[in-house]
Protein backbone atom coordinates (compact mmCIF):
# COMPACT_ATOMS: atom_id res chain seq x y z
CA UNK A 1 0.00 0.00 0.00
CA UNK A 2 1.57 3.47 -1.01
CA UNK A 3 0.74 6.40 1.55
CA UNK A 4 -2.13 7.94 -1.23
CA UNK A 5 -3.86 4.99 -1.14
CA UNK A 6 -3.91 4.82 2.74
CA UNK A 7 -4.96 8.59 3.06
CA UNK A 8 -7.67 7.93 0.48
CA UNK A 9 -9.10 5.14 2.31
CA UNK A 10 -8.37 5.89 5.70
CA UNK A 11 -11.58 6.68 6.81
CA UNK A 12 -12.88 3.15 6.01
CA UNK A 13 -10.00 1.47 8.18
CA UNK A 14 -10.65 4.31 11.12
CA UNK A 15 -14.25 3.18 11.02
CA UNK A 16 -13.45 -0.36 11.39
CA UNK A 17 -15.17 -1.04 8.04
CA UNK A 18 -11.79 -1.48 5.87
CA UNK A 19 -11.43 -5.15 4.93
CA UNK A 20 -8.23 -5.10 3.77
CA UNK A 21 -7.27 -3.86 7.44
CA UNK A 22 -3.93 -5.94 7.43
CA UNK A 23 -2.43 -3.86 4.93
CA UNK A 24 -2.92 -0.51 7.03
CA UNK A 25 -1.67 -1.61 9.84
CA UNK A 26 1.71 -2.42 7.86
CA UNK A 27 1.99 0.23 5.62
CA UNK A 28 1.65 2.20 9.26
CA UNK A 29 4.34 0.37 10.60
CA UNK A 30 6.86 0.75 7.65
CA UNK A 31 5.60 4.65 7.44
CA UNK A 32 6.09 7.09 10.16
CA UNK A 33 4.34 9.80 8.58
CA UNK A 34 1.07 7.59 8.17
CA UNK A 35 1.40 6.44 11.30
CA UNK A 36 1.75 9.98 12.87
CA UNK A 37 -1.38 10.70 10.42
CA UNK A 38 -3.28 8.10 11.80
CA UNK A 39 -2.42 9.46 15.45
CA UNK A 40 -3.56 12.90 15.10
CA UNK A 41 -6.31 11.92 13.25
CA UNK A 42 -7.67 10.27 16.39
CA UNK A 43 -6.54 12.76 18.85
CA UNK A 44 -8.12 15.65 17.20
CA UNK A 45 -11.40 13.46 16.82
CA UNK A 46 -11.14 12.66 20.71
CA UNK A 47 -10.37 16.52 21.08
CA UNK A 48 -13.41 17.53 19.10
CA UNK A 49 -15.83 14.78 20.98
CA UNK A 50 -14.63 16.93 24.62
CA UNK A 51 -15.54 19.99 23.71
CA UNK A 52 -19.03 20.78 25.80
CA UNK A 53 -21.84 20.76 24.27
CA UNK A 54 -23.98 23.78 23.38
CA UNK A 55 -27.46 23.53 25.42
CA UNK A 56 -30.90 25.46 24.37
CA UNK A 57 -31.42 28.98 25.73
CA UNK A 58 -33.87 29.11 28.76
CA UNK A 59 -36.66 30.28 26.56
CA UNK A 60 -36.61 28.04 23.85
CA UNK A 61 -39.23 25.76 25.37
CA UNK A 62 -41.76 28.35 26.33
CA UNK A 63 -40.96 29.97 22.90
CA UNK A 64 -42.07 26.44 21.40
CA UNK A 65 -44.71 25.74 23.46
CA UNK A 66 -46.38 29.03 22.73
CA UNK A 67 -45.74 28.25 18.76
CA UNK A 68 -47.48 25.36 19.11
CA UNK A 69 -50.32 26.94 20.97
CA UNK A 70 -50.92 28.69 18.50
CA UNK A 71 -51.26 26.30 16.04
CA UNK A 72 -53.55 24.28 18.26
CA UNK A 73 -55.64 27.38 18.22
CA UNK A 74 -55.57 27.75 14.56
CA UNK A 75 -56.48 24.02 14.21
CA UNK A 76 -59.87 24.01 16.86
CA UNK A 77 -61.25 27.17 14.88
CA UNK A 78 -60.70 25.70 11.29
CA UNK A 79 -62.15 22.95 13.04
CA UNK A 80 -65.69 24.31 14.91
CA UNK A 81 -65.83 27.88 13.55
CA UNK A 82 -66.27 29.44 10.37
CA UNK A 83 -63.51 28.99 8.11
CA UNK A 84 -62.05 31.48 5.68
CA UNK A 85 -63.60 29.23 2.94
CA UNK A 86 -67.21 29.03 4.19
CA UNK A 87 -66.50 33.03 4.60
CA UNK A 88 -65.87 33.45 0.91
CA UNK A 89 -68.67 31.20 -0.43
CA UNK A 90 -71.12 33.13 1.62
CA UNK A 91 -69.88 36.34 0.76
CA UNK A 92 -69.62 34.83 -3.11
CA UNK A 93 -73.65 33.94 -2.71
CA UNK A 94 -74.22 37.46 -1.54
CA UNK A 95 -72.79 39.38 -4.02
CA UNK A 96 -74.88 36.78 -6.60
CA UNK A 97 -78.15 37.18 -5.32
CA UNK A 98 -77.89 41.23 -5.00
CA UNK A 99 -76.91 41.33 -8.52
CA UNK A 100 -79.98 38.97 -9.61
CA UNK A 101 -82.58 40.88 -7.49
CA UNK A 102 -81.12 44.79 -8.06
CA UNK A 103 -79.08 43.64 -11.74
CA UNK A 104 -82.50 44.35 -14.06
CA UNK A 105 -82.60 47.73 -12.33
CA UNK A 106 -79.20 48.87 -13.10
CA UNK A 107 -79.61 47.28 -16.31
CA UNK A 108 -82.56 48.96 -17.53
CA UNK A 109 -82.73 52.78 -19.23
CA UNK A 110 -83.57 55.71 -17.27
CA UNK A 111 -86.53 57.19 -19.15
CA UNK A 112 -85.73 60.55 -21.16
CA UNK A 113 -88.09 63.40 -19.98
CA UNK A 114 -88.87 66.44 -21.98
CA UNK A 115 -88.51 69.56 -20.05
CA UNK A 116 -89.96 72.89 -21.89
CA UNK A 117 -86.36 75.06 -22.44
CA UNK A 118 -85.93 77.93 -20.05
CA UNK A 119 -86.19 81.45 -21.84
CA UNK A 120 -83.86 83.57 -19.84
CA UNK A 121 -84.88 88.10 -20.61
CA UNK A 122 -81.67 89.78 -21.51
CA UNK A 123 -80.82 92.64 -19.15
CA UNK A 124 -81.70 96.18 -20.75
CA UNK A 125 -78.69 97.73 -22.12
CA UNK A 126 -77.35 100.63 -20.43
CA UNK A 127 -75.03 103.06 -20.84
CA UNK A 128 -72.48 103.82 -18.62
CA UNK A 129 -70.91 107.13 -18.47
CA UNK A 130 -67.59 107.87 -17.34
CA UNK A 131 -67.63 109.42 -14.06
CA UNK A 132 -66.77 113.29 -14.33
CA UNK A 133 -67.32 113.63 -10.44
CA UNK A 134 -67.04 111.60 -7.13
CA UNK A 135 -69.63 109.08 -7.69
CA UNK A 136 -72.65 109.12 -5.22
CA UNK A 137 -74.16 105.88 -5.00
CA UNK A 138 -77.78 106.54 -5.73
CA UNK A 139 -79.16 103.50 -4.90
CA UNK A 140 -78.05 103.67 -1.77
CA UNK A 141 -80.42 104.81 0.93
CA UNK A 142 -79.81 105.96 3.92
CA UNK A 143 -82.09 105.03 6.78
CA UNK A 144 -81.15 108.29 8.21
CA UNK A 145 -81.87 111.16 5.35
CA UNK A 146 -79.34 113.51 7.64
CA UNK A 147 -76.44 111.72 6.73
CA UNK A 148 -74.75 112.00 3.53
CA UNK A 149 -72.47 109.71 1.78
CA UNK A 150 -69.21 110.96 3.01
CA UNK A 151 -70.32 109.96 6.61
CA UNK A 152 -70.32 106.24 5.14
CA UNK A 153 -66.57 106.00 6.58
CA UNK A 154 -66.64 107.76 9.71
CA UNK A 155 -69.98 107.10 10.90
CA UNK A 156 -71.98 103.85 10.98
CA UNK A 157 -74.63 103.62 9.02
CA UNK A 158 -77.85 101.19 8.32
CA UNK A 159 -78.05 100.69 4.56
CA UNK A 160 -81.50 99.45 2.86
CA UNK A 161 -80.93 96.81 0.15
CA UNK A 162 -81.94 97.67 -3.32
CA UNK A 163 -82.30 94.72 -6.31
CA UNK A 164 -79.55 95.12 -8.55
CA UNK A 165 -82.02 95.67 -11.65
CA UNK A 166 -82.97 99.03 -9.98
CA UNK A 167 -79.55 100.53 -9.36
CA UNK B 1 -56.18 15.40 9.77
CA UNK B 2 -54.75 13.05 12.45
CA UNK B 3 -53.10 16.03 14.21
CA UNK B 4 -56.56 17.01 14.77
CA UNK B 5 -57.61 13.82 16.98
CA UNK B 6 -54.04 14.25 18.64
CA UNK B 7 -55.89 17.02 20.41
CA UNK B 8 -58.15 14.82 22.17
CA UNK B 9 -57.47 14.17 25.56
CA UNK B 10 -56.75 10.85 26.37
CA UNK B 11 -58.66 9.28 29.77
CA UNK B 12 -57.00 11.39 32.73
CA UNK B 13 -53.76 9.66 34.61
CA UNK B 14 -51.43 11.71 36.85
CA UNK B 15 -49.34 13.80 34.26
CA UNK B 16 -45.75 12.92 35.85
CA UNK B 17 -47.10 8.83 35.84
CA UNK B 18 -47.70 9.38 31.90
CA UNK B 19 -44.41 11.24 31.59
CA UNK B 20 -42.37 8.47 33.34
CA UNK B 21 -43.91 5.69 31.32
CA UNK B 22 -43.74 7.37 27.94
CA UNK B 23 -39.92 8.38 28.75
CA UNK B 24 -39.11 4.89 28.53
CA UNK B 25 -40.98 4.57 25.18
CA UNK B 26 -38.79 4.15 22.15
CA UNK B 27 -39.31 7.16 19.45
CA UNK B 28 -41.51 5.30 17.32
CA UNK B 29 -43.87 3.95 20.43
CA UNK B 30 -44.06 8.38 21.44
CA UNK B 31 -45.01 8.98 18.11
CA UNK B 32 -47.36 6.56 18.11
CA UNK B 33 -48.96 7.29 21.68
CA UNK B 34 -48.89 11.03 20.63
CA UNK B 35 -50.97 10.42 17.13
CA UNK B 36 -53.66 8.64 19.25
CA UNK B 37 -54.15 11.84 21.35
CA UNK B 38 -51.84 11.92 23.91
CA UNK B 39 -50.28 15.41 22.86
CA UNK B 40 -47.83 15.22 26.08
CA UNK B 41 -45.79 12.80 24.01
CA UNK B 42 -44.54 15.53 21.79
CA UNK B 43 -42.73 17.00 24.77
CA UNK B 44 -40.96 13.77 24.97
CA UNK B 45 -39.69 14.30 21.82
CA UNK B 46 -38.59 17.60 22.14
CA UNK B 47 -36.39 16.72 25.44
CA UNK B 48 -34.84 13.84 23.32
CA UNK B 49 -33.62 16.04 20.32
CA UNK B 50 -33.70 19.97 21.61
CA UNK B 51 -29.87 19.50 22.57
CA UNK B 52 -28.78 17.28 20.22
CA UNK B 53 -30.39 19.31 17.00
CA UNK B 54 -29.45 22.34 18.44
CA UNK B 55 -25.35 21.24 18.27
CA UNK B 56 -25.62 19.45 14.89
CA UNK B 57 -27.16 23.09 13.77
CA UNK B 58 -24.97 24.89 15.65
CA UNK B 59 -21.69 23.08 14.87
CA UNK B 60 -23.15 23.05 11.14
CA UNK B 61 -23.87 27.29 10.69
CA UNK B 62 -21.88 28.13 13.34
CA UNK B 63 -24.29 30.68 14.90
CA UNK B 64 -26.18 29.55 18.12
CA UNK B 65 -29.14 32.02 18.30
CA UNK B 66 -29.82 31.23 14.91
CA UNK B 67 -29.76 27.69 15.37
CA UNK B 68 -31.99 27.67 17.77
CA UNK B 69 -34.92 29.72 15.61
CA UNK B 70 -34.11 26.76 13.18
CA UNK B 71 -34.33 23.78 15.83
CA UNK B 72 -37.91 25.55 17.02
CA UNK B 73 -38.64 25.51 13.16
CA UNK B 74 -37.79 21.90 12.77
CA UNK B 75 -39.84 21.12 15.92
CA UNK B 76 -42.92 22.88 14.53
CA UNK B 77 -42.32 20.84 11.06
CA UNK B 78 -42.51 17.71 13.19
CA UNK B 79 -45.68 18.46 14.69
CA UNK B 80 -47.13 19.61 11.84
CA UNK B 81 -46.90 16.85 9.73
CA UNK B 82 -45.96 13.68 12.44
CA UNK B 83 -49.15 12.17 10.93
CA UNK B 84 -47.27 11.74 7.89
CA UNK B 85 -44.26 10.29 9.33
CA UNK B 86 -44.09 6.49 8.18
CA UNK B 87 -43.61 4.91 11.22
CA UNK B 88 -41.64 1.90 9.60
CA UNK B 89 -38.58 4.14 9.25
CA UNK B 90 -36.09 6.17 11.77
CA UNK B 91 -38.04 8.89 13.57
CA UNK B 92 -34.65 10.36 14.46
CA UNK B 93 -33.39 10.15 10.24
CA UNK B 94 -36.76 11.83 10.00
CA UNK B 95 -36.06 14.65 12.16
CA UNK B 96 -32.34 15.27 11.10
CA UNK B 97 -33.30 15.30 7.62
CA UNK B 98 -36.02 18.52 8.53
CA UNK B 99 -32.92 19.95 10.31
CA UNK B 100 -30.17 19.54 7.96
CA UNK B 101 -32.98 20.89 5.27
CA UNK B 102 -33.05 23.87 7.19
CA UNK B 103 -29.70 24.28 7.72
CA UNK B 104 -28.53 23.77 4.21
CA UNK B 105 -30.98 26.64 3.47
CA UNK B 106 -29.71 28.89 5.89
CA UNK B 107 -26.21 28.64 4.32
CA UNK B 108 -27.75 29.04 0.74
CA UNK B 109 -29.16 32.49 1.93
CA UNK B 110 -26.01 33.22 3.39
CA UNK B 111 -24.72 32.56 0.02
CA UNK B 112 -26.67 34.93 -1.63
CA UNK B 113 -23.64 37.35 -2.13
CA UNK B 114 -22.46 36.75 -5.47
CA UNK B 115 -18.68 37.01 -4.13
CA UNK B 116 -19.63 35.08 -1.41
CA UNK B 117 -21.28 32.44 -3.66
CA UNK B 118 -18.05 32.45 -5.85
CA UNK B 119 -15.63 31.97 -2.70
CA UNK B 120 -18.11 29.32 -1.75
CA UNK B 121 -18.17 27.35 -4.60
CA UNK B 122 -14.20 27.89 -5.18
CA UNK B 123 -13.95 26.30 -2.09
CA UNK B 124 -15.43 23.27 -2.45
CA UNK B 125 -14.44 22.28 -5.91
CA UNK B 126 -10.70 22.79 -4.31
CA UNK B 127 -11.77 20.74 -1.07
CA UNK B 128 -12.85 18.07 -3.12
CA UNK B 129 -10.07 17.71 -5.68
CA UNK B 130 -7.28 18.88 -3.55
CA UNK B 131 -4.66 15.68 -3.06
CA UNK B 132 -4.93 14.40 0.18
CA UNK B 133 -1.45 15.33 2.14
CA UNK B 134 0.14 15.52 5.40
CA UNK B 135 3.35 16.76 6.79
CA UNK B 136 5.07 15.07 9.41
CA UNK B 137 5.74 18.20 11.52
CA UNK B 138 7.44 17.28 14.69
CA UNK B 139 7.89 20.67 16.21
CA UNK B 140 6.75 21.53 19.70
CA UNK B 141 4.81 24.72 20.08
CA UNK B 142 3.47 27.27 22.87
CA UNK B 143 1.75 24.37 24.42
CA UNK B 144 -0.20 26.19 27.57
CA UNK B 145 -0.86 29.26 25.17
CA UNK B 146 -2.78 26.27 22.32
CA UNK B 147 -4.16 24.49 25.06
CA UNK B 148 -6.10 27.92 26.67
CA UNK B 149 -7.55 28.20 23.11
CA UNK B 150 -7.83 24.61 22.54
CA UNK B 151 -11.91 24.69 22.07
CA UNK B 152 -11.80 27.68 19.92
CA UNK B 153 -9.40 26.55 17.40
CA UNK B 154 -11.15 23.13 17.70
CA UNK B 155 -14.17 25.10 16.92
CA UNK B 156 -12.92 27.19 13.95
CA UNK B 157 -11.33 24.29 12.26
CA UNK B 158 -14.92 23.24 11.88
CA UNK B 159 -16.96 25.79 11.35
CA UNK B 160 -13.62 26.29 8.03
CA UNK B 161 -15.04 23.23 6.72
CA UNK B 162 -16.46 23.25 3.52
CA UNK B 163 -20.20 23.04 4.05
CA UNK B 164 -21.05 19.54 2.55
CA UNK B 165 -17.91 18.36 4.28
CA UNK B 166 -18.43 19.98 7.80
CA UNK B 167 -22.50 18.16 7.67
CA UNK B 168 -20.89 14.58 6.84
CA UNK B 169 -18.25 15.40 9.19
CA UNK B 170 -20.64 16.66 12.24
CA UNK B 171 -23.02 13.60 12.10
CA UNK B 172 -20.65 11.23 12.02
CA UNK B 173 -17.98 12.61 14.74
CA UNK B 174 -20.37 14.55 17.18
CA UNK B 175 -24.11 12.66 16.32
CA UNK B 176 -22.21 9.40 16.00
CA UNK B 177 -24.29 8.70 12.61
CA UNK B 178 -23.47 5.78 10.57
CA UNK B 179 -22.61 6.04 6.82
CA UNK B 180 -26.23 5.13 6.12
CA UNK B 181 -28.15 7.32 8.13
CA UNK B 182 -25.76 10.24 7.06
CA UNK B 183 -26.87 9.01 3.13
CA UNK B 184 -30.29 9.38 3.85
CA UNK B 185 -30.25 12.42 6.23
CA UNK B 186 -28.22 14.52 3.50
CA UNK B 187 -29.33 12.61 0.24
CA UNK B 188 -26.12 11.85 -0.92
CA UNK B 189 -25.11 8.00 -1.85
CA UNK B 190 -23.11 6.26 0.21
CA UNK B 191 -19.51 6.03 -1.49
CA UNK B 192 -19.88 10.29 -1.52
CA UNK B 193 -20.42 10.47 2.41
CA UNK B 194 -17.38 8.08 2.79
CA UNK B 195 -15.53 10.27 0.59
CA UNK B 196 -16.35 13.60 2.54
CA UNK B 197 -15.83 12.07 5.49
CA UNK B 198 -12.13 10.81 4.64
CA UNK B 199 -11.68 14.43 3.34
CA UNK B 200 -13.15 16.29 5.94
CA UNK B 201 -10.99 14.31 9.10
CA UNK B 202 -8.05 15.12 6.97
CA UNK B 203 -8.50 18.79 6.07
CA UNK B 204 -9.73 18.72 10.39
CA UNK B 205 -6.70 16.73 10.97
CA UNK B 206 -4.62 19.33 9.26
CA UNK B 207 -5.84 22.54 11.20
CA UNK B 208 -5.95 20.88 14.62
CA UNK B 209 -2.05 19.20 14.68
CA UNK B 210 0.02 22.01 15.27
CA UNK B 211 -2.07 22.12 18.49
CA UNK B 212 -1.33 18.62 19.70
CA UNK B 213 1.62 17.62 21.73
Redesign the interface.
Known sequence: MECNGFLERFSEFHDGEAADAGAFEQHMAECAGCRRYADTVKRSLVLLRAVPDVVVGEDFHPRLQHRIYHIQEDLARRRGGVSFTRLGVAFAATILLALAVWGPELVRETPQVALPPIVVSEPPSQRVAAPSAPVRYRSIRLLDPGLDGDDLWTTRALYEYSALSQR | ?N??KS?AMTPARPAHETRDALRKLDDSAVVKRFLEGEHRA?GIL?DRY??RL??FV?RTIGD?ER??DL??ET??RV??HLHRFDPTKKFSTWIYTIASNLAKNELRNRSRNPLVFFQTIKKNWEADHR????E?NSYKPDDLYRKRH??KV??KA?SELPEHHRVVFVLR??QGKT?EEISQITAVNLGTV?SR??RA??N??RI??P??D
Open positions: MTELFVDNVNYRAQVQFIYRPLEWDLRVEVELYKLNRNFAVAML
